[in-house]
């Protein structure tokens, strides 16, 4: 069990390598017991560097998105291994955006893993690109990858894998401040209601409901909103893919749009949810003073510019909720939400979101505007769950969550007590302390549930266990002064981990340190 170069197991979504071997954290099959290791690179010499990065491809499979188990920690240690310069946790959600103890806002950013794109089919790999900034003051450091499964439960996926490692000037300088992309509200509309909010709702023929959809960014002053294949891009192209249906590149998983009914004796119900979840990002109108960068959406990099909206008009494809079967002359909350899992570094993460209370009308026509209140609006209480029940609800087979922070703008996802791991996008608020969430179709057993936000953290709660033991986190890399274990080998097929060894990554692995590796 532990590190080695090679291309096993074959079960990792979207392959265990980009192009043959990778260095993967498992043991040829599964992460299975409780167990950790680290894998140690050769000294990095920054000398010549500007502006000094990181890179590296990441891909996992394991029993949760978040952070609570099947940890990966990235981190960076002196040339002598008596400190560390950085610690970054990897996550979907709850991840480190900045670096413990330095300069703010260089972390390697959040991981992704593979999914099917709801409205186009198109299926968005697993396989994604993170970039660290490293400080050239540094001037001599080992990169260190540690995977530690806290515990022996729920450990037979395929663990983490780490491909084509290098470390190159950046091409800019690092982040100095952050952008802040946030719904086009009435609210918060300068030059009037212009049909650009979402309250721009109507019915469709064909029983669709369709929106308006504005997208502004004023973030610190000067600073963009860069994706794709850009120096200062804040999110890499793995978190791209080209749309045949619109023809051009789209960011993953950049909004989302649901149904919601108040229903008596029954609580705040999730109807439905529209299809439509990635966006191409560009520069549509000025809300303010400032240049516009954006290069459109025909390139593998997107912007919003300071002071700049994107807008997705009221006839944006598959911007839409099919209400067929629902009840009309009566009220539903229409909520939509910018980066609902948060993939996006941004000033703020509470104004995500908006909503139309509204009145559906039974034939074609716009819709009648109540309100703009939701009853559980994005909420700063911290997100936790403390208990998880199976039992049927309202009619469905549902997990019965207990906790606390639930509002509208949650992505729940199941685990299957097997390997399988699925979206659980449909649920009821019934109270500010318990949702109900249908189990989806492809998990039989629920073995686990994760909560994500927009606000970025995150609650993970098992239905198995308890588990039967657990193992302490890896300590420091071998031939450190705080770690007298033996230095481990470097051999191809060199599993180490659970016995306190360590691999140490031959140069070979990584082209662009063997220029500078000492």
Known sequence: MGWAIDASPGTFPSGVSRAGSSLNYNDGSTCAGANGGGALSPVINLAGLAVPALTFWCNYDTETRGAGYDKRTLEIWNEGLTATFAVWTLASVGYSFDKTGGLVGIGPGPCSEAYTDLETGTPVPGWHLHKVYLDPAWSKVRARFVFWTVDDLRNGYAGWAIDDIAVDEAGAAAPTGWPDTFPDTAANELFGV??????????????????????????????????????????????MFFDAVHNHWHMSQYSDFSLWKDTAGVGFVKLRRGPKRSFCLTDIEAIGAGPSISPGCNDIWQAISYNWQDVYALGTSGQEIDVAGLATGTDYLLVGVIDPINRLRETSNLNQADQLHFTLPAAAGAVTKLDNLNPYPPTTTALSVSTASVAMFNGQLCVKLVGAGFDTTLVPVMFDIGTAVVEAPMFTIVSATEVQVVIPAGITTVASVDLLRPLGDAASIRLVGPPTATVPAPGPPPGSPLNDAPPGGGGK??????????????????????????
């Open 493 to 518: 097929k060199r599993r180490c981990g659970a016995t306190g060894l360590e691999l140490l990554i031959p140069v070979m692995l990584i082209a662009a340190l063997r220029r500078r590796s000492r």
């Open 194 to 239: 212009d049909g650009r909010e979402i309250d721009n709702c109507t019915r469709a023929a064909g029983n669709l409901l369709k929106w308006s959809w504005g997208c502004n960014n004023q973030g610190d002053a000067g600073v963009h909103m860069i994706i794709g294949d850009h120096p200062q891009s804040i999110l890499g192209p793995s978190f």
